[in-house]
DNA sequence: AACAACACCAACCGCCCATTC
DNA sequence: AGAATGGGCGGTTGGTGTTGT
């Protein structure tokens, strides 16, 4: 197919865009809404293409966009999801009010660029890769979880977590979880993976998804009757007890997402400390990194720190 | 003060997918 | 059914501002 129709008039604008032509833009979305983008520079006046005008508003224009830095809050958030989702801006940006999937783009792009340049050389007693896709994966997880303990350098301080999360051997994988209806899946005898939409969480919502999961799959369960740290709850009664589970949290309280994953058994855990947190990185020992975070109410006292040995 | 290197980020590109014809 | 179209998304580029020398 190639190029969009649209932009393949010659007389089209690139690059930056003008005051005056923002102000066109915006009195034209603001007087008409928009419906379809292609229609939009004629009637706006614009010489510009559709999908342009589309992207100026949605980046810069439209009157919700919160602009400015980060703050730390956001950004343990989009570290949280990027473990979780990996490079879906726009999965991430939904959590981020007023953030777009650009900016979060731009800012994790930059980030990562100057961990990079940062970062040690992997140390020799790690285990050898086998393809460069699994080294780049193993990279790419590592950094991750990189940024996350420099990020929370308050809260790793306890030597078990803080010596199994930047020591371990064991190659890091990430469950993929494309391509699997948001809100959840369930298949029967294998593992478990529940998610809902975090936006707007409340039990409302939680109810909901697992009618809504039930509604696709009538073989679907539900262990816990909360949505209260539904994670842990799940993780503790479903990892398999050769499996290691470590979980770092984050104590700042704030509303968020919940990326919650289910094994089959969860034994031998060693529930480390008991704080407030609201959000988590899981890891375990045959699967890596295994969710990203977690929610935990103010007023809850459940734990936080988790970590478990075989 | 001048230049280079770096960082940031707005905008574009190209692909994919859903919808329409 | 299949081509055309439009919207959405992630990856990339290039301009500009900032920092370092």
């Known amino acids: 197919m190639g190029q969009h129709s649209c932009c393949n008039q010659q007389k089209v604008k690139r690059g930056l865009w003008s005051p005056e032509e923002d102000e066109k833009l915006i009195r034209y979305i603001t ?17 510009r293409c559709g999908k342009s ?11 919700d966009i919160r602009r400015g830095r980060f703050t730390p809050e956001e950004e343990k958030l989009i570290i949280s999801l990027h473990g979780a989702v990996g ?3 726009a999965h991430i940006a939904s959590h981020l009010p007023g953030r777009t999937d650009n900016e979060i783009k731009n800012y994790w792009n930059s980030w990562i660029k100057k ?5 040690a050389p992997p140390p020799a007693t790690k285990k050898p890769c086998t393809n460069d896709q699994h ?14 303990l420099n990020n929370n350098q308050d809260l790793l301080t306890k030597p078990p977590l803080q010596d199994t999360l930047c020591s371990s051997p064991t190659p ?14 369930t298949d029967g005898n294998q593992r478990r993976e529940l998610f ?39 993780l503790e009664s479903t990892v398999p007890m050769d499996h290691q589970v470590q979980c770092c949290g984050v104590t700042e309280e704030r509303e968020m997402g919940l990326e919650c994953l289910e094994r089959e058994e969860l034994m031998n855990v060693e529930w480390v400390e008991s704080q407030q947190c609201s959000s ?3 890891w375990d020992q045959s699967e890596g990194l295994l969710c990203g975070e977690e929610i935990a109410p103010a007023s809850s006292n459940t734990g936080t720190m988790l970590s478990s040995y075989p």
């Open 53 to 63: 005008c589309r992207l100026r508003w949605i980046n810069y224009l439209r009157p």
């Open 87 to 89: 490079n879906r801006w």
């Open 135 to 148: 080294s780049q994966f193993n990279s790419y997880v590592s950094n991750q979880i990189d940024n996350f």
């Open 115 to 119: 961990k990079i340049r940062k970062a």
């Open 196 to 234: 809902h939409d975090p936006v707007g969480l409340n039990s409302e919502t939680w109810h909901m998804n697992q009618q809504e999961v039930q509604e696709l799959n009538p073989t679907a369960s539900f262990s816990m009757d909360s949505y209260y740290l539904p994670s842990l709850i799940n």
């Open 280 to 282: 988590f990185l899981f």
């Open 172 to 185: 890091l994988f990430m469950f993929d979880t494309s391509g699997l209806p948001e809100g959840i899946i």
């Open 31 to 47: 007087t008409r809404g928009y419906g379809c983008w292609s229609e939009v520079p004629e009637k706006a006046g614009l010489q």
